[in-house]
């Protein structure tokens, strides 16, 4: 049966750190470039990290560069993204999308991101005090 989705989404305190990650089954996502977005409302789709298939390269946004760490662990089909010194401004859904042997280009580089073939239905991510 096909999943891919994300989980790991909450409530944090400024500061906080969570998280998040983007599990498939039905296809291996080693084979997949991987993004990272996010929405706020009222707000467009950010891209905020991305790993490529092929060196497992990484891209960050400046918004969160040193912040958050985007990585795999291939023994269990899942990528993660960490978020640490999260602010309020990190509120959003996060969004995880696999693109068949893309490069961060797809995500984060001017790219069409919704060439991707798989996108998640997102997961809340609140940083309140």
């Known amino acids: 049966q096909f999943q891919f989705e994300e989980s790991g989404g909450g409530l944090v305190q400024p500061g906080g750190s969570l998280r998040l990650s983007c599990t498939a089954s039905g296809i291996t996502l080693d084979y997949y470039g991987m993004g990272w977005f996010r929405q706020a409302p009222g707000k467009e789709r950010e891209g905020v990290a991305c790993i490529s298939s092929t060196d497992n390269s990484t891209r960050y946004a400046d918004s969160v560069k040193g912040r958050f760490t985007i990585y795999r662990d291939s023994a269990k089909n899942t990528v993660y993204l960490q978020m640490s010194s999260l602010k309020p401004e990190d509120t959003a859904v996060y969004y995880c999308?696999?693109?068949?042997?893309?490069?961060?280009?797809?995500?984060?580089?001017?790219?069409?991101?919704?060439?991707?073939?798989?996108w998640g239905v997102g997961t809340q991510v609140t940083v309140s005090s």
């Open positions: 999308a696999a693109g068949m042997w893309a490069p961060c280009d797809l995500f984060l580089g001017g790219s069409d991101p919704e060439d991707a073939q798989y």
